[in-house]
Each structure stands twice: as C-alpha cells, then as structure tokens.
C-alpha cells in the first residue's frame, strides 16, 4: 500500500464549514465506538457550528455510535430543540451539560462525554485521577472536577452555573460518580483529551487492581513531564489525521 501524502498542520484560524464539522464529529463518534467508549445510544459529543445565534451537532436519540454519518447528525439550539427537519429524535436532558459548557466555556466549541467503565471507577474515587504514568501526567492540573448532583436537569440552572464554574479554562472534567468530560477548539482537540484521559484511567485501574503499591513520581517530575508534552492551538491534529484515514479505509460511510 502507498504511504499516504505527509500530514498538513491545520491553520488555526481557519472557520470550518458546516459540512467539515458534520464529517469531524461523525468521524469521532467512530472512533469513540472503535475504541470502546460508548454507552449503547446513550451519551453524546457535540460541536458549535459557525455562525449567528447558538447552534450545535450532535447526535440523533437512538442510532449507536457505530452508526453515525455526517448527514444524520442533528442541527440543535441552545435548549437542544432540532433546528432542522429529523426523522429520528434527540435528547434535550442528555445536551444540559454540553449546552452550559458550550455556551459558558470559551474553549467549549467541541464537547464529549462518556460513561466508561475505567472513566466512572475513576469518578467515583477520592483521589481522581493519579499521575501514574506518562500518559497521565499530561493531566496534571488540566482535569476539572464536578460533584455530582444527580441527573442534570434544564432547569437546574444553579448546576449549570457550576458547571461551569467548576470547568475553568481546562480542557478535561470528572464528572463525579458519573463519567469523564473533554472540550477542545476543534473536534480533534476534544478527541485527543478524551483518548488519552480515558487511557489514563484504564491504566490507572489496572495498576490499582493488581494490589501492589502505587509508586507516584515527585511533583517537580510530574509537572516538567506535563511541561515537556506543551500544547498548542492544533493540539491532537497529528493523531487525528492518521484516524481519519483509518475510517477513510474502513468506514468510509461515517462522511456520507
């Protein structure tokens, strides 16, 4: 098989289009199934699509993830109501958490969240998420964390405030007794936290599982690690485009 061409450093500023967006996050929807995160049609990642007023894509109520396309996406306001003609319903309760976030965190333009078995151990946890190894010190001080305060609700606009609140400017969240929360710039971004995060909570189990003591490394190592890893404005886009083409090959329906 050829090598695909060399992978192209996004533009920062670039506004994708609606059309880029749908194929984005019905790529990450995939991805998010490929790689064991889903909850059977339950959860939801979104994206802000360009544009006046408040507008978001996010997935149709009762398709599972490894059947979601650019075109089923659904247009949603701020409330999570369709703002297009669908067959298929949504889930307005299901989108609380992703409209305060979008609507109140700057860096919001991408939300997702799961329920995994590794990210709810974790949430359920005192300590939260340890820098254990590597992979997880790149988390340290970029993980938010919010109690839990039972099913969010629309009209629990306290919650949501705390949300909010709670999330700051970081790119990551534990949801207390309830899953793990990413945000990005872009749909890459987003997806980059999540993989990573819910790696880190797998190994994490899996080294606290085994019964024998945990060896935390200092806090001067843990952050020159974090220090070392950076971040910049097209954070995740390498690994993405190598996903992409991934689906390209073995899915390429995601982008109809």
């Known amino acids: 098989m050829p090598l695909p061409p060399p992978p192209r450093r996004p533009d920062p500023n670039h506004v994708p289009t609606e059309a880029e967006l749908r194929r984005d996050l019905a790529a990450a929807y995939r991805l998010i199934a490929l790689f064991g995160m889903t909850d059977l049609v339950f959860t939801h990642l979104s994206v802000r699509v360009p544009g006046e007023g408040h507008r978001f894509l996010v997935n149709p109520y009762g398709l599972l993830f490894e ?62 998420l340890l820098p254990l190894n590597q992979i997880s010190t790149e988390f340290h001080g970029r993980v938010a964390v919010h109690e839990y305060e039972g099913i969010a609700a629309d009209d629990n606009l ?25 945000v990005g710039r872009t749909v890459a971004e987003a997806f980059y936290w999540m993989y990573y995060l819910e790696q880190s909570c797998r190994i994490q189990i899996a080294a606290q599982s085994s019964g024998a003591p945990l060896d935390i490394p200092p806090e001067d190592v843990v952050v020159r690690a974090r220090d070392q890893m950076g971040d910049s404005p097209v954070k995740g886009w390498l690994p993405w485009q190598a996903l992409r083409r991934k689906l390209d090959r073995e899915q390429p329906d995601y982008a109809e």
Not at 95 to 116: D, E, K, R, Y
Not at 160 to 168: K, P, Q, S
Not at 169 to 175: A, N, S, T
């Open 67 to 128: 059947e979601i396309t650019a075109s089923s996406l659904v247009l949603v306001d701020a409330a999570g109501a369709p703002a297009q003609e669908t067959a298929w319903p949504v889930n307005p309760a299901g989108f609380v958490i992703h409209s305060a976030l979008h609507l109140g965190a700057p860096q919001a333009h991408c939300v997702m969240h799961t329920h995994t078995l590794a990210g709810m151990a974790v949430a359920a946890q005192k300590g939260g």
């Open 158 to 182: 306290g919650e949501r405030e705390r949300l909010v609140r709670d999330m700051g400017d970081k790119p990551c969240m534990i949801l207390r007794h309830h899953g793990l929360l990413t």
